[in-house]
């Protein structure tokens, strides 16, 4: 399996503008997560699910972030609109159930809002 | 969640054994320890994890105190690759929820 891929690994964007993440997980992992990692805060979860559900999203920031999972192979973390305080390297994990928490970690996306 | 206590950072020689302490003095009974470790610029990967009994695989051992209040991953040989942020995090085995990470150990190695 290729593993967790988060795509883009990059993004650049000014302020103000719309963001998208995209995470595709380990293909029969019924659970995903998105963390946001920075300096300040370190690792920090801003949301799960399970089976496509959102089960806990206590950790969005703010009304601009979104979260979506239409599917077992897909997901998508929105920011907008975007500010410079959102800049960090976000990642996305993906648990079997069966596998006692064992998350899998993707390469993260690295976003800087200017 | 039971929280841990971790040093911020170690340093070890290669090739030299590495003994990782984490405190977890509110530990639960259905709380599993947890070692998950971030090398540079990548996102972290699960270590190992156990409940009450020591553990081995290919990376690492866990050693588990008799109590639970704490315990310590061994690299029994470092190499430069195993320089990286290492996490010890507790998780209730029952709700199977999120981890939550603090700030973990940042181990430097050295040749």
């Known amino acids: 399996d290729a593993g967790v891929i988060q795509s883009p690994r990059h993004e650049v964007t000014e302020m103000g503008q719309e963001v998208t993440l995209r995470c595709k997980p380990i293909s029969g992992h019924n659970s995903l997560f998105w963390y946001r990692q920075t300096m300040m805060r370190g690792l920090e979860l801003l949301i799960y699910?399970?089976?496509?559900?959102?089960?806990?999203d206590s950790g969005m920031p703010e009304d601009r972030f979104s979260a979506k999972m239409p599917n077992a192979s897909f997901s998508t973390l929105k920011i907008q609109p975007s500010e410079p305080r959102d800049s960090a390297v976000y990642f996305c994990a993906s648990r079997q159930r069966a596998a006692k928490n064992i998350q899998y970690f993707g390469a993260g996306t690295r976003l800087s809002v200017l | 969640d039971a929280k841990t206590t971790q040093p911020n950072s170690m340093e070890s020689n290669e090739e030299e054994p590495v003994h990782l302490p984490c405190n977890h003095s509110?530990?639960?009974?259905?709380?599993?320890i947890h070692w998950y470790r971030q090398l540079p610029s990548q996102g972290p990967e699960y270590v190992i994890h156990g409940l009450t009994s020591n553990v081995n695989n290919r990376m690492a051992s866990l050693a588990i105190a008799e109590d639970r209040k704490s315990s310590t991953l061994i690299l029994h040989r470092a190499t430069l690759r195993d320089a990286a942020v290492y996490y010890c995090?507790?998780?209730?085995?029952?709700?199977?929820?999120?981890?939550?990470f603090g700030k973990g150990t940042t181990l430097s190695v050295s040749s």
């Open positions: 509110t530990i639960s009974g259905t709380d599993y």
């Open positions: 995090i507790l998780r209730d085995g029952q709700a199977g929820t999120a981890l939550i």
């Open positions: 699910f399970n089976n496509n559900v959102p089960i806990d």
